[in-house]
């Protein structure tokens, strides 16, 4: 423990705002060849009948395309760790063929696991007045956190009045920070917090509400420090039987103030048609507050997805069983 709080992370995920706030060669953008090559390849799985959530890689056949998504995935396992994909013109598709599109990308960079008890591989983020402890069903501002899956994919199909940028942030400069103003604050967040598992089984009673162990927010892996926070979901382990000690809290707070510096995190403004991936070991994503129209309601496209080339993380920062292909995923209830 004494030796990961005092050892900075390095290297390309380790990023601050001044990095790439003045610059756009972070954005992606496709060609009218690549788009045409995708448009061939969904509707050649449409026309098939394959049940989209079945469609794998080989059903998308995208030679074009491949380099780019190469690239991709190696900027989100080993670089900065994120990737915006611009150029897909929305008023073009409908929502259904947009799906089918984003699968099919996502089918070159990972496994589509399921995100919720219904088993849906292709979630929605709009607000519904979903559930306290998820993000994605909820409206307004978002606090910092990471999606307990290697990558999330986000595919813009309607954006708001004004507001609802995504605010993402490195982990990694984080640790940096809190290890050189606040070492202190290292014992709580590497002893961890325990998580909920109601997302996991609605119906389990007493302490198998919650994880049976502490999940460490940051912890050294195979390619460096990783990190683990999802405060929505410590917060529901607090309510069901796991509170959260005073040095927990303050840790959990000051983890937030430093992920809230300009000078750290990065705003993206998404267009509609843009796809944002990002890695989760070492990017937290947030949302800005926004003004929406209520009967054209801000609306995204969401992918979980397992990257099974990538290393393991460690044992006790996976605080569920792998239920979903490739494991990570939420199994469907029943």
């Given at each position: 423990m004494t030796t990961l709080a005092t050892r900075p992370a390095t290297g390309r995920h380790v990023w601050r705002n001044a990095d790439y706030s003045s610059r756009t060669d972070w954005v992606e953008h496709f060609s009218?060849?690549?788009?045409?090559?995708?448009?061939?390849?969904?509707?050649?799985?449409?026309?098939?009948?394959?049940?989209?959530?079945?469609?794998?890689?080989?059903?998308?056949?995208?030679?074009?395309?491949?380099?780019?998504?190469?690239?991709?995935?190696?900027?989100?396992?080993?670089?900065?760790?994120?990737?915006?994909?611009?150029?897909?013109?929305?008023?073009r598709y409908s929502e259904d063929e947009l799906g089918t599109l984003f699968w099919g990308l996502g089918t070159h960079l990972g496994i589509g696991v399921s995100q919720s008890?219904?088993?849906?591989?292709?979630?929605?983020?709009?607000?519904?007045?979903?559930?306290?402890?998820?993000?994605?069903?909820?409206?307004g501002e978002l606090e910092f956190h990471m999606d307990p899956v290697d990558v999330v994919g986000l595919l813009c199909l309607r954006t708001a009045v004004s507001g609802g940028e995504s605010r993402i942030v490195s982990s990694m400069a984080i640790f940096n920070v809190i290890a050189r103003e606040r070492p202190d604050l290292m014992g709580p967040l590497m002893e961890g917090f325990h998580y909920s598992r109601r997302q996991q089984d609605p119906h389990a009673v007493g302490a198998a509400r919650y994880t049976a162990h502490r999940v460490p927010v940051f912890m050294d892996g195979a390619w460096g420090k990783e990190c683990y926070f999802l405060p929505a979901s410590i917060r529901g382990a607090a309510r069901e039987g796991a509170p959260v000690s005073a040095a927990g809290q303050e840790a959990m707070a000051f983890m937030a103030e430093v992920a809230g510096r300009p000078e750290l995190y990065?705003?993206?403004?998404?267009?509609?048609?843009?796809?944002?991936?990002?890695?989760?070991?070492?990017?937290?994503?947030?949302?800005?507050?926004y003004v929406e129209n209520p009967k054209a309601k801000r609306h995204l496209l969401r992918l979980w997805?397992?990257?099974?080339?990538w290393p393991e993380r460690p044992t006790s920062m996976r605080p569920h069983d792998g239920a979903d292909r490739a494991g990570g995923g939420i199994a469907k209830a029943g």
């Open positions: 009218p060849a690549e788009l045409a090559e995708l448009e061939t390849a969904a509707e050649s799985v449409r026309k098939r009948g394959t049940m989209l959530e079945e469609a794998t890689k080989d059903d998308f056949v995208l030679p074009l395309l491949s380099s780019r998504l190469a690239k991709a995935r190696e900027e989100l396992a080993r670089g900065r760790g994120f990737v915006m994909l611009r150029g897909i013109p929305r008023e008890l219904k088993g849906d591989r292709l979630g929605h983020v709009m607000d519904i007045g979903g559930d306290i402890d998820r993000y994605y069903t909820r409206g990065l705003d993206m403004s998404f267009r509609e048609g843009d796809i944002q991936f990002l890695n989760n070991r070492t990017i937290l994503h947030a949302r800005t507050d997805l397992m990257m099974p080339d």
